[in-house]
Nanobody, 116 residues
């Protein structure tokens, strides 16, 4: 079993920054992909960014240039640095990891609220 614990969410003013962390523990396999999703009220969950084991990263257009995903494989942790936050970034953010064997694991979610 793999457990994911997210942290770093909170309330921030527009233009501010937050850094989310997602740490894995338990029987940790080699992760192929480490990802961040978000779900705003009344909307579908969307992929925000992902980090693939080959070093590549991908972002949804709405966060390009503002968010940065990174991973520390020695700590089994994935980060999401969020800068220039906008009210439309308000959502519950979830991390998801996918093992090379195709198993997926989800975190419990952390609330990010961007408001003045």
């Amino acid at each position: 079993q793999v457990q994911l614990v997210e942290s770093g969410g909170g309330l921030v003013q527009p233009g501010g920054s937050l850094r989310l962390s997602c740490a894995a523990s338990g029987n940790i396999p080699t992760f192929y992909a480490m990802e961040w999703y978000r779900q705003a009220p009344g909307k579908q969950r969307e992929l925000v960014a992902n980090s693939i084991s080959d070093g590549s990263t991908n972002y949804v257009d709405s966060v390009k240039g503002r968010f940065t995903i990174s991973r520390d494989n020695t700590k089994h942790t994935v980060y999401l640095q969020m800068n220039s936050l906008k009210p439309e970034d308000t959502a519950v953010y979830y991390c998801r990891v996918v093992s090379r064997g195709g198993y997926e694991y989800w975190g419990q979610g952390t609330q990010v609220t961007v408001s003045s």
